[in-house]
């Protein structure tokens, strides 16, 4: 069966195929700078809303616990129904597109091999993305970043003259460099778009794909700082940690099954507030009260994460913040809130992996191993469980934390969380790309 991407993109072939080959990897370079520019661009507004929504600058849950508990409940409900008046009065106008722009999700414009992606739409829907992960919503800023960086590669792709399955590969350029620059991750970005984005090895397009997403995430490296997302200091890998990530990868794989089945859940409940924008008000309302609570549920969870890597943080605490963040995500993404899951799943595989090593290490220490080394590993075993994506996740997590030496341990519990989640059936977030292919 012919793929998208099939094609012969090497100086050898036809006549002109050095020049298709140079004219590729230039729009792929182009591709990694306009992602690059997407994630600095959107991060750079969410610090316009928020400061104007909060007064505060510097992270949502800094700016949640400078809030007075009113404020907090009033900023999260109106962020959230703007998001929802934005996304249903821009319907009707996304809606009168060209007729040929109908694929809006970009991983399966990707494999499908569809270059050209609806204009409008994305226009919308990082508008009110915007909106809401401004304003405290529990769901990742880098699902919308990386939907623009898609977007921008598919404009490239319109434009470069070259034949169509060439094209095609430009669009999976820009995944690619919107996933490194996201997440700091290049060569996770790589592997998220051959495992996840295409289901195959695609030959054709690993060279594009590799200059698109170190051209990226070079340039996040220099604009921005040279660091892993995460930054912590080295921990050590035990002989214990290899038997602990197994249990762990064990449980990460239910609990990953289990957030797909919740999602899902909090999704079908929703829906029955037929307005869009009530649905998404109500689900701020309830992040909001949930808040006045636990203000660490506002955003992404990078900061809490951040906390949890490095090592001081009492269990008690983590315990409450999993449970809360865990609801206040359910509600933010079962309500109909545009962004990614993405994040948020990496903040309860760490704070799950920190408190399993406490609980054992009260059993016995000997077992436990270092508490952040078995938040790293948590990590990566929920992100594995959830996009039934193993290969990325270990990449990613290793990448985003720069603890290579735990890649045993990673790789063991991956496995495991895979194992679990597939064996129960549950439908990945991003779907399966074999199936999408058959």
Known sequence: ???????????????????????????????????????????????VIEYGATGWSGGLVAAAMALPPWRRVLVAAAGALAAGLALYGGQRWAARGSAGMVHIDYIEAAREGIVVLNDRTTVVRSLSALLSVSTGASIGREGPMVQLAAWFASWVARIFPLPPEQRSAILVCGIAAGIGSAYHAPIAGVVFVLELALGFLARQAVVPVLIAAATSSALIYWWVEPRPLYTMPPVQLVATNLGMAIVEGVICGGFGWLLLKMLEYSRSAFGRIKSQPLRLGSGGVLVGLLSVAVPQVWGNGYSVVSQVLLGDSAWQWVALVLVAKVAATMMSAGSGAIGGVF??????????????????????????????????????????????????????VLEMTNQFQLTIAVMFACAAAYAISTHFGARPLYGNPIEGHA
């Open 1 to 47: 069966m012919a793929t998208p991407l099939s094609g012969n993109l090497g100086p050898a072939g036809p006549p002109g195929a050095a020049t298709r080959a140079a004219l590729l990897w230039l729009a792929a370079a182009l591709a990694g700078l306009l992602a690059a520019l997407a994630t600095l661009g959107f991060h750079w507004l969410i610090g």
């Open 343 to 396: 994040t948020p799943t990496l903040f309860v595989g760490a704070t799950t992996g920190y408190l399993l090593s406490h609980l054992v290490g009260m059993a016995d220490p000997a077992l436990a191993g270092d508490p952040r080394a078995m938040a790293v590993v948590g990590m990566a075993a929920v992100l594995a469980a959830v996009t039934h994506a193993p290969l990325m996740a270990i990449v990613m």
